[in-house]
C-alpha cells in the first residue's frame, strides 16, 4: 500500500534522514521507533508533503507521492495526527471534526455566501457524519465546546475523531498515546483497535510507548540517526542488539 | 430560577427567542428612519455602510487571521468606481453596485497574492503601501478621476410611489445592501469555506494536512473582503454624492481596522458595534473636546480595549460570565456560615429551615442568611 524508499532528507548539515526504507501492507499496522530526533516525525512529514525530501521516492497504491500537492494527501486516503496536538483551538470539537471532512466537500465560496440548497444539504450530511464519529469515541458531550481548555486525553480523541473524518484508508499517529496516563493509555489503544477494525484502517504509529507498539503492530520499523536500524515482528525488535543499543545503550 | 434558565436553554426556546430577536430588530430598522431626524438617519445610513466594510475586514483579520491597512483602498476603489459611471457613463445607480462589486474582487484578487507570502506585520506594510498610493494616484489620473477636485454625482433619488423623504429613502437602500452583504458574510463562515478559513487562521499545517488548499482559501478571503470594502465604497458615492482623493487617505483604512477591532474581531455582528464606534466616536469626541477630538478617540479606544479586550461584541458575553462566576460564591456562602448557625443547634432551628428555602427561591435569599448568623454566634456565646 505504501512504499517508501530511499528517502533522505537534510536540514543544512543534519541528515534528519538518511536513505529509509520499509514497506506498509494493506491492513497492518506498522510502530515507527527510534530515540528522539531519529527522524521518525520527518518521514511523517514528508508523507503528509509537509515537507520536501532530498532524495527518495514514496509511493501510495502506487502514486508517487511526491507529485500529490500536499492539500491533495488527504483526498488520496491519508490522514494523520500530530505530536503535540494540531487542533484548531477557536472552533468547536464538532467543527474541528468537519474540517476533517474538507476534503470530501464540494461547496465552493460563492455557493456558501447565498447558500443554496445543494449547500444546505452538504452541511447536514457533514454535520450529522461528524455527530456520527463523535457519538463514537464517545465525544458527543463536548461537540460544542471549543477544541481548547478540554483534558488532554478528550483533545487527543478529537484528533483521532478529525482524522477519521477524513475516511482515510492510511492513517498516520504521531505519539498518539504521549503524555497521557497509564489508564488512559489502555483505553486510547483499545479505541485505536476497534476503530481499526470498524473502518478498516492500515496504520503507521509513531510511539514511544513500547507496550502500546508491540501490543498494536504487526511490523516494526526501529530508526536511529535517520537510518533504519532493524525491522520485523514486534518480538523481534525488543531482543534486537541494534534496538536495544540504541534505546538503552550498552555499559562501556 | 434555574427551571426558568433551563427553559431558555432548550433548542426550540432558543430559535423562539432568535426569531423575536429578529423580528424586533427589523422593526426598529424599519421604523428608525421615521423617528429620528434626518441628519440621523443620514449618521445611521453611514453605520449600515461602514458595517459592510468592516464584515469584509472582519472576514479576511477576524476569521482568516491576515491583516490588512489597506481596506480604505478598496473602500475608494469602489467609491471611485461609481462615481465614474455615474459621472462619465450615465449609468443608473443599480448598475455601478456589481460593477464595484466584481472589480474589487478581482482587485483583491490581484493584491491578495502578496498575502499568500507575507504574514503579520509584513503583510501590514504591504497593504498599508497601497492605501498610501492610491490618493496620489487618484489625484494623477485627472480625466478619469477628476484629481484633486474630486467628482460630485447624482445622490439617490427616492422614487415617486415610495413617499419617502430622499434621507429615508437612502437609508432603506443601504439597509436592504447592507442585510444581503451581511447575510452573505454570515452563510460563508458558516459553510465549508467559513471553516477552512478559520481552520488556516488556527493551525495552518494542520489545515493543510486536512485538504485545505491555502493558496486558494488564503486569496479568496482578500477577494472576498476586498468586495465587501468595495460595495460599501460604492454605497459611500450613493449616499455622500461625492468623492475625492483627500476622502480616502490612509487614516480610513486605520480608522476601519480601530473598528472593526473594538466591535470585536471574529464576531458576527461586531462589524455593526464596530461601525457604530467609526460613525458616532469621532463626533462626540469632537464635542467633548474642540481642541483634540484626535485624543479623545485615542483614549476612547485604550479605554474600550482595556473594558472589553475581546471587543463590544464580546462584552454581554464577559460580563454574563462575571455575573456567573460570582453568582456561585454568593449561593456558595451559605453552607460556609451554617456551621455557625450549626453550633447552637437548640438555639434556633428555625431559621436554618427557612434559610435553606430562602437561598433557593429568591436572589436576595444569601444576603439574608449572611446577615442572620454573623448576629448569631454571639447571642449563643452570651447564652
Known amino acids: ?252 | 430560577m434555574n427551571t426558568i434558565v433551563t427553559a431558555l436553554g432548550t433548542a426550540r426556546a432558543r430559535r423562539l427567542r432568535a426569531a423575536l430577536t429578529v423580528l424586533l430588530a427589523t422593526a426598529a430598522a424599519v421604523g428608525a428612519p421615521f423617528y429620528f431626524a434626518p441628519f440621523q438617519v443620514f449618521q445611521l445610513t453611514m453605520v449600515l455602510l461602514y458595517a459592510v466594510a468592516l464584515a469584509g475586514l472582519n472576514l479576511l483579520v477576524g476569521f482568516g487571521g491576515q491583516i490588512s491597512l489597506g481596506h480604505g483602498a478598496f473602500f475608494a476603489a469602489g467609491a471611485y468606481t461609481a462615481a465614474v459611471m455615474l459621472d462619465r457613463y450615465g449609468t443608473g445607480h443599480l448598475a455601478t453596485l456589481p460593477a464595484a462589486a466584481a472589480g474589487c474582487f478581482l482587485l483583491g484578487l490581484g493584491f491578495g497574492v502578496p498575502a499568500l507570502r507575507l504574514r503579520g506585520l509584513y503583510l501590514a506594510l504591504v497593504t498599508l503601501s497601497f492605501a498610501v498610493f492610491l490618493p496620489p494616484l487618484l489625484k494623477r489620473l485627472e480625466p478619469v478621476t477628476g484629481g484633486s477636485m474630486g467628482l460630485t454625482v447624482d445622490k439617490l433619488r427616492p422614487p415617486a410611489w415610495s413617499g419617502l423623504a430622499e434621507d429615508q429613502w437612502t437609508y432603506f437602500v443601504v439597509l436592504a445592501v447592507t442585510t444581503v452583504a451581511l447575510l452573505c458574510a454570515r452563510n460563508l463562515l458558516r459553510s465549508r469555506a467559513g471553516r477552512a478559513l478559520r481552520a488556516v487562521r488556527d493551525n495552518e499545517s494542520a489545515a493543510e494536512v486536512m485538504g485545505v488548499r491555502l493558496s486558494l482559501h488564503k486569496t479568496l478571503a482578500f477577494a472576498w473582503s476586498a468586495m465587501f470594502a468595495g460595495v460599501a465604497g460604492c454605497l459611500y458615492t450613493w449616499v455622500i454624492g461625492f468623492v475625492s482623493p483627500d476622502s480616502f487617505g490612509f487614516v480610513l483604512s486605520i480608522t476601519l481596522l480601530a473598528g472593526l477591532v473594538v466591535g470585536g474581531l471574529a464576531s458576527l455582528y461586531g462589524p455593526l458595534l464596530g461601525a457604530a464606534f467609526v460613525m458616532y466616536v469621532p463626533s462626540v469626541s469632537q464635542d467633548l473636546s474642540e481642541a483634540a477630538p484626535g485624543v479623545v478617540f485615542g483614549l476612547l479606544i485604550i479605554t474600550v480595549m482595556f473594558v472589553a479586550p475581546t471587543g463590544l461584541a464580546g462584552l454581554p458575553g464577559r460580563v454574563l460570565a462575571a455575573v456567573a462566576r460570582r453568582r456561585p460564591r454568593a449561593t456558595a456562602a451559605p453552607p460556609g456560615p451554617a456551621p455557625g448557625t450549626g453550633s447552637a443547634p437548640e438555639a434556633e432551628p428555625g431559621p436554618e429551615a427557612g434559610s435553606g428555602a430562602l437561598t433557593t427561591l429568591t436572589p436576595p435569599g444569601p444576603a439574608v442568611v449572611d446577615a442572620e448568623p454573623v448576629g448569631a454566634p454571639p447571642r449563643t456565646e452570651k447564652e
Open chain 1, 1 to 252: 500500500m505504501l512504499a517508501v524508499d530511499g528517502i533522505t532528507v537534510r536540514f543544512g548539515g543534519i541528515t534528519a534522514l538518511d536513505g529509509v526504507a520499509f514497506t506498509v501492507e494493506p491492513g497492518t499496522a506498522v510502530g515507527l521507533i527510534g530515540p528522539n530526533g531519529a527522524g521518525k516525525t520527518t518521514l511523517f512529514n514528508c508523507l503528509t508533503r509537509r515537507c520536501d525530501p532530498d532524495g527518495g521516492e514514496m509511493r501510495f497504491e502506487g502514486e508517487d507521492l511526491l507529485a500529490v500537492p500536499p492539500h491533495a494527501v488527504a483526498g488520496r486516503g491519508i490522514a494523520r495526527t500530530f505530536q503535540n496536538l494540531g487542533l484548531f483551538p477557536q472552533l468547536t470539537v464538532r467543527e474541528n471534526v468537519m474540517v476533517g471532512a474538507h476534503s470530501r466537500g464540494r461547496t465552493g465560496h460563492l455557493a456558501a455566501a447565498l447558500r443554496l440548497p445543494r449547500v444546505r444539504r452538504e452541511e447536514r450530511e457533514l454535520r450529522d457524519q461528524a455527530d456520527d464519529l463523535l457519538r463514537r469515541l464517545g465525544l458527543a458531550d463536548v461537540a460544542d465546546h471549543p477544541a481548547s481548555g478540554l483534558p488532554f486525553g478528550t483533545l487527543k480523541r478529537v484528533e483521532l475523531a478529525r482524522a477519521l473524518a477524513v475516511r482515510p484508508r492510511l492513517l498516520l499517529l504521531d505519539e498518539p498515546v504521549n503524555g497521557l496516563s497509564h489508564g488512559e493509555v489502555g483505553q486510547f489503544a483499545d479505541l485505536v483497535r476497534s476503530v481499526r477494525r470498524e473502518f478498516d484502517l492500515t496504520l503507521v504509529v509513531v510511539e514511544h510507548h513500547m507496550g502500546f507498539v508491540m501490543g498494536l503492530c504487526d511490523k516494526v520499523v526501529c530508526l536511529d540517526f535517520g537510518r533504519r536500524i532493524a525491522e520485523g515482528p514486534p518480538e523481534d525488535i525488543q531482543r534486537d542488539p541494534a534496538v536495544v543499543e540504541a534505546y538503552l545503550g550498552v555499559a562501556a
